[in-house]
Each structure stands twice: as structure tokens, then as C-alpha cells.
């Protein structure tokens, strides 16, 4: 194992609808030492992108594709084709698949989402590990805890699987995001006890709703947010401004026009109290983070651990309403108690026997000082910072503000490892991956991306060359930005530059084509009959 020892401990931690201003290296007001040492002693990319939602970004980042060539072109739902199956395709290869026949042991803890739907409610129906259910075991992990669905009561989760099997949880002192810490540590020791590096996707479904949080967490932030959302907002993007974390000092977009003015809020102890949890739910991934770093360092092995963070989408603005997303979920908890699902303003957010989210305006501040949300293209759905550090790798060196991709770090991360991307998996011939490694650009080289990077979710589309990013919202009109003078998508430049705006669209159709994009139009009546919705919310 000699050779295989000095290849890197890789750990990709991906947390789930936070925006890009809720770290304190970002800008927040939420104390997040953790995840920020991270940056410190490393890299911080300011313009990393996503792909605006939870599946598509998972199984992009997974396997070094376009989320529609891994076969997740919206969510888990099989809307027909190979673009829309909405689990991953056998012409994929994920991280773990590549590093784990280079010796590499290969653990997820935390939420999987690329392995379909799973809507019923009666969970003795679940059937994850059939063909068109794929777990992480059959995708390249050798370890699995956690939930294959989108989401969880914190608290009292629905369906909680380890390895292949479903396992119970005790009634009471359970915390998702604890909980799958301690496993993560525990396959830490697993590795070093066989003597191997170890590839960890540690994949928290925090802080996505429903708002849960340990009361001593939320109360840090019980006064914090009776401000109100603008001047949090305010205050989050002159931080930023002052720590150079954005490429320019770009103006703030403004509040988003169906937010309302603080001062009108008919319950603001109420609003003020759901960011408080949200925060909570931040804070408590950092003190998780912490605890993974601590135990790096115990074992001597935090120098030679490759570490990249970063969210799955901007934050969400859905609202959790009693007969949306929340539907799918318990009535009851493990302990037998009910629980009262919906932002109801008479109920106290943030406990076990609630199911709520923080709403729109809240998730106007978490993407400041970018435009609209989870879903959208525009740049508040589909940026994120990636922090990285590798102290033995690469020095710290700041900020870096070249625009990069998810389907840019499985190219990375098997780089670092000294790993090929492989041309076939179980006998599948694998497609070409679309991403660049960017392991120069954090070793201090002067790396730009090659290619064009390119979105598409829910009709709502994008595609970004150089400088110039052409974008828009599901049937309206294309827009045109310049992202180095204006990143927040203040100055429509649509119909000044007729060549610029001709070529963008003909690179963008060109993309959708060959990855099988189809019409948002045709396919959401279908998608809301599967899931028995009258909204696309979730």
C-alpha cells in the first residue's frame, strides 16, 4: 500500500439550498469557523457554478457530466428518454466508480437523490437498488449511510438506509446532520484501519427544509434577524465587498419584487425566527465540518486530505405549504407525536413536531447580492463558493474569481489522485467527461476554462463564454449580461450586440440538442400528474 498512501485523502462536502452569502467568509452574520478555515488555508472560488437544483447538481458533480448526459435532465421523475430517466445512466461513471478500482475506499455519507423517485408514502413499496433505483453500492461506493430521497425530517427521518439495508433510528437525541458525521468518522477509521486513502462524498441535507435545529444553536440567533431582511441583505453585501470576495464591487440587486418591505411584515418576531433556525442549521453543519477536521488532524492525516465544499443550488425560495412537498413526508414522528406541517405564523419554527421552510425573502439575503433562486439560471440559483485546501498540495492563495463548473471536479479530484477517467464501467462504454480539471488554477497556475458552460433546468436556460452570459426564464426573453462588469444582471444588453446574441444562441441550441434537452412545455404536465402537484415546488 506504500504507492497508495501517497495518494491524497479526498472529502467532497456538498450541503444543500445554501446561498451564496451564509458563510461568514462570504459575508454572513452566521458563525461558520469551520467551513471559513477552509478558505483560509486554501482557496476560495467565487464563481463556481451549479445546476440550480439539488438532482441535477448531484449527478453532475458525480460524474463529470451535463446533468442530462448522466441521465438527470430535471429530477428523479423518468420523464421518457435517457436525458429525462432521472437516475443515473450506465454510460456515466461516478468519482467513486473511477477511484475505487484504483484503490481507493470509497464512502458516502448523507443524501444520495440520483437513484429516481421516491414519492409513496407507504415505504414498504421503496424498492432502492432496483434498476431504475440505483444505490451508491451499485454505483461505486463501498459504504453508504443516509437517504436516497431529496429530503428529511431531521429529527425523525422517514427512511434511513445503511449499506444496503434500512435501519431504524431511536425516537429521540437524533440529529441528521449528527448522525451522519458520526458515520463519516466512523468510515474514516474504517480506511486507515485497512490501510487505504479514502474518497469521503460527506452530502448533508442541511440547511434544505424543513427548518430543525438544536434549540441551543437557534437560540445563538433568537435577536439577529429581527432587523429585518433588507438590512441583513445590506449588511451581507458590503462585507463581502470589503473582503474581496467578489471580482468587482458589483452593485447589489435589488430586493426581489415579490418580497415584501420589512416594515409591512404583518409577524416579524415570527419571519425573524425562521432565519434564526435556518441559521442554526448552518452553524450546526459547521460545528459538523469541525469535528471532521479535528479528526483529521488526531490521525495525522489533515495535510494530505483534499477538501472541497460547496452547495448544490442557490437558496430556496419554495414555500413549504401543507399540501406541497410537505405531503410526502410523516404526519407522525417516530415517538408517535404529530406534526403540524406549513409556515404557520401560531407555531414556534424549529422543533421536531414542525415542517417548515424560510421562505422567499430570507432566500433573497442567502443569495445576495445575485437575482432569483434555486431552479433559475440567473446567477443566484447556480452560484455557489467552492472553498478548497490540500495543505500538502497546494498553498493558500485567496480568492479566486475564474469561472468554473460541478462537471469540473471529477476531473479535479481523479487528477489529484493520479487516476484515469475510465472508458468503460461494468461493461458500459462511458461517455467523454464535460468537465476540465481545475487542480492548476488551485496550485496557483494561470488556468482558465476552455470551453462554454452551459444550464438548462425547467425551460429556464443559460450559457456563459468568456465574459458574456446569455440567460432566461422559462418562455420570456433571452437576456445578455457581461459578467465581468455586472455579475448581478442589473444591465440587459439584449438587442445592443445582434452578432454576439446570434452566436450565444447558436452555441447554447447546439448544446441542447446533443444532451437531449426537450421542451419544458411538453414535459410538465406529465411531470405534475406524477407527482400530483399543482406547482413544480421541491
Known sequence: MEEAQKRPNIILILVDDMGFSDLGCTGAEIRT?????????????SAMYNCARC???????????????????????????????GFLRNDSATIAEALRPAGYRTMIAGKWHVGGDFLSRDYDDWRPGEIDHPSPRQRGFDRFYGIHDGATHFFSPHYVMEDDARV?????????????TDKALDMIDESLALDQPFFLYLAHAAPH???????????????????GWDKIRTARHETMLGDGVLQQKWDISPRDEDARPWDTVADPDWEAQRMAVYAAMIDSLDQNIGRVLTHLKTH????????????????????????????????????????????RPDLRPGNAYTFMSYDLPWA?????????????VHEGGISTPLLAQWPSGFKPRGNLHDPWHVV?????????????????????????????????????????????IYWEHEGNSAVRVGDFKLVRRFSQDWELYNMQTDRTELNNLAGRNQPLEASLK?????????????DWGRLLPQLLAAWGLKSTEG
Open 33 to 45: 469557523p469551520n467551513i471559513d478555515s477552509i478558505a483560509k488555508n486554501g482557496v476560495l472560488m
Open 55 to 85: 438532482c441535477p447538481t448531484r449527478a453532475s458533480l458525480l460524474t463529470g457530466l451535463y446533468p442530462h448526459n448522466a441521465g438527470i435532465g430535471h429530477m428523479g421523475t423518468n420523464l421518457g428518454s435517457a436525458a429525462y430517466q
Open 168 to 180: 431504524d433510528v431511536p425516537p429521540s437525541e437524533f440529529y441528521f446532520t449528527d448522525a451522519i
Open 209 to 227: 427544509w424543513p427548518l430543525h435545529a438544536h434549540e441551543d444553536d437557534i437560540a445563538r440567533y433568537d435577536r439577529i434577524y429581527r432587523h
Open 300 to 343: 495525522n492525516i489533515y495535510d494530505d486530505t483534499l477538501i472541497l465544499f460547496l452547495s448544490d443550488n442557490g437558496g430556496c425560495a419554495e414555500f413549504m405549504a401543507e399540501d406541497g412537498w410537505a405531503q410526502h413526508y410523516p404526519d407522525h414522528h417516530l415517538d408517535g407525536r404529530l406534526i403540524q406541517k406549513g409556515n
Open 364 to 376: 433573497n439575503v442567502s443569495n445576495a447580492p445575485f437575482r432569483l433562486f434555486k431552479h433559475w
Open 408 to 452: 469540473d471536479i471529477l476531473p479535479t479530484i481523479l487528477q489529484a489522485a493520479g487516476v484515469a477517467y475510465p472508458d468503460e464501467i461494468g461493461g458500459h462504454a462511458i461517455q467523454p467527461t464535460d468537465g476540465e480539471s481545475f487542480l492548476a488554477a488551485l496550485a496557483g497556475k494561470d488556468q482558465q476554462r476552455e470551453q462554454p
Open 506 to 518: 447558436r452555441e447554447y441550441q447546439g448544446w441542447a440538442d446533443k444532451s437531449g434537452v426537450q
